[in-house]
Structures are given as structure tokens and as C-alpha cells.
């Protein structure tokens, strides 16, 4: 079955260390995305992709970095220098622009800061 | 503020409706739509509109579209326990989905 796998569902961040959240899609989408979930907020974008070797930043990018070196692959580093960085991260997909066939997510990754 | 609000709690009777109402900002064309979240889960997208529309009807789900008001809602007929989930409200712009505006969500409670 196609769809979006994100790995590990739980993770765990030391202060002052990066991670990376893992996000594979096999649904030969274009276009891919990261959003991050508070508890009471909407979802807020961190970087999107509409194409392999290129992404573009979001509405809350700092301290966040990702790369897009095969279509099917979109990982996420969370970088020492996001000083919130607890939340529910989720990954999602979209053939491409113009069409309205909406985006398909992922199941999510917790990060929490210890 | 958000682009797009919603009210965040609901709280109904099994095998009443229900209807999540939500208000958007962008008079452009547009796609609005309808997620739902499960805990501990991604989105699932139910079903979207476009602004030239005023209603689209799915099975349970039916969708009304108030293009003055920039006023949507989801009436979710005969609401089961399994409903209970958080709805999200989202629009984009016709050849921009690379910018997609969500709502905050609203927890829906299905109660026995």
C-alpha cells in the first residue's frame, strides 16, 4: 500500500543535541512537507519541497534544517538552536500544484526534551 | 491571529449531528478543506470544496459553503463514537497549495 512512513513515533532530545525525524513516501508524490503541531494550534509549516534538491523555508523554519536528495525521502533536523522544540511533528505529501487533491500525512513524530 | 478559526471543542449525543463550523480569510479562489486527526495519529483528509460551490454531500459528511461570510462547516450525520476525533479546517489558493492555512482544530466528543 502507498503512503508516508515517519520514524521513530517517539524521540527523545538532549539539550544542546540535533536529531533527525525520518519521512519516506512511496506515493510518487512532487511535493512534500513538514509541519509542527502545538496542543490548541492549528499546524504551522516548517519547510516544504516541490521538487528533489530543492525546498523552500516556511512559516517557522529557524532552527530547523532538512535536505531532499531523492524524491521519496524529506528527513527533518531539529538543530540545538530551537529552543522549543517539543511537539508533534508531522510529514506530508502532495502530487504537485494547482490541483486540489489535498495532502497526505504521515502518522507523526513526538519529540520531547529531557 | 489564525487565517482560519474554529471554534475548539464539540460535544454531542450518539446518533445526533454534529456540525463544525469554521471561518477562512482569503477571497481568492480556493480549496477548502476537511481533515480529520485520531490521537497520536496524522491527518486524514475527508473531503475538500471549491469556492464556487455551495455544498457537497458524501455520505455522512455534508459540506456547506457560505462564500459571503467566508463561512464553511462540516455536518456529520447520526455521529458515532468513532467520530470522536479533532476536525481541521484548511484552505489553499487555486495554483498555491504549497501554502496551505490550517485551522486550530475542534475536538469533537461523542458521548454514549
Known amino acids: 500500500d502507498g503512503g508516508i512512513t515517519q520514524s521513530p513515533k517517539y524521540l527523545f532530545r538532549k539539550e544542546g543535541q540535533n536529531v533527525t525525524l525520518s519521512c519516506e513516501q512511496n506515493l510518487n508524490h512532487d511535493a512534500m512537507y513538514w509541519y509542527r503541531q502545538d496542543p490548541g494550534q492549528g499546524l504551522r509549516l516548517i519547510y516544504y519541497s516541490q521538487i528533489v534538491n530543492d525546498f523552500q523555508k516556511g512559516d517557522i523554519a529557524e532552527g530547523y534544517s532538512v535536505s531532499r536528495e531523492k524524491k521519496e525521502s524529506f528527513p527533518l533536523t531539529v538543530t540545538s538552536a530551537q529552543k522549543n522544540p517539543t511537539a508533534f511533528y508531522l510529514c506530508?505529501?502532495?502530487?504537485?500544484?494547482?490541483?486540489?487533491?489535498?495532502?497526505?500525512f504521515g502518522s507523526g513524530t513526538r519529540l520531547t526534551v529531557v | 491571529g489564525e487565517d482560519v478559526e474554529q471554534s475548539l471543542f464539540l460535544s454531542v449525543r450518539e446518533g445526533d449531528s454534529s456540525v463544525i463550523n469554521c471561518t477562512y480569510t482569503d477571497s481568492s479562489s480556493t480549496y477548502l478543506y476537511w481533515y480529520k486527526q485520531e490521537p497520536g495519529a496524522g491527518l486524514q483528509l475527508l473531503t475538500y470544496?471549491?469556492?464556487?460551490?455551495d455544498m457537497k454531500q458524501d455520505q455522512r459528511l455534508t459540506v456547506l459553503l457560505n462564500k459571503k461570510d467566508k463561512h464553511l462547516s462540516l455536518r456529520i450525520a447520526d455521529t458515532q463514537t468513532g467520530d470522536s476525533a479533532i476536525y481541521f479546517c484548511a484552505e489553499t489558493l487555486l495554483y498555491n497549495n504549497n501554502d496551505m492555512r490550517f485551522g486550530a482544530g475542534t475536538r469533537l466528543t461523542v458521548k454514549p
Open positions: 506530508a505529501s502532495s502530487p504537485g500544484t494547482g490541483v486540489p487533491y489535498g495532502y497526505t
Open positions: 470544496i471549491f469556492s464556487n460551490m
